[in-house]
């Protein structure tokens, strides 16, 4: 929850209540004007790699590959943190 709070803090939309080992960013909310086919979560994805190094996942229509001319409810960006392998300077970077 600390990543989520902070995150929050900052304006990043972040799907609430945070999962215990993953924290959702809403990427439709942060690339409002990027639609759905030009896949907003991977976007964002590709460029926290880019500009960090930090590997997340797209969920949405890549992952899930609606019919042509359907989309997903969401498009959302994944960021997984195994328990007892980061550190609080590993989430502070990440921020």
């Given at each position: 929850s600390?990543?989520?709070?902070?995150?929050?803090a900052?304006?990043?939309?972040?799907?609430?209540?945070?999962?215990?080992?993953?924290?959702?960013?809403d990427?439709?909310?942060?690339?409002p004007?990027?639609?759905?086919?030009?896949?907003?979560?991977q976007?964002?994805a590709c460029?926290?790699?880019?500009?960090?190094?930090?590997?997340?996942?797209?969920?949405?229509?890549?992952?899930?590959?609606?019919k042509?001319g359907?989309?997903?409810?969401r498009q959302?960006?994944?960021?997984?943190?195994?328990?007892?392998?980061y550190?609080q300077?590993h989430?502070?970077?990440?921020?």
């Amino acid at each position: 929850s600390y990543m989520a709070e902070r995150l929050t803090a900052l304006g990043v939309p972040v799907l609430l209540p945070p999962g215990g080992h993953a924290i959702y960013l809403d990427a439709s909310v942060m690339l409002p004007s990027v639609p759905p086919e030009h896949l907003p979560g991977q976007a964002i994805a590709c460029a926290l790699y880019e500009e960090g190094g930090i590997r997340s996942c797209e969920i949405g229509d890549l992952m899930f590959c609606p019919k042509p001319g359907v989309e997903s409810k969401r498009q959302l960006v994944r960021l997984a943190f195994p328990r007892r392998m980061y550190t609080q300077a590993h989430v502070d970077y990440a921020i």
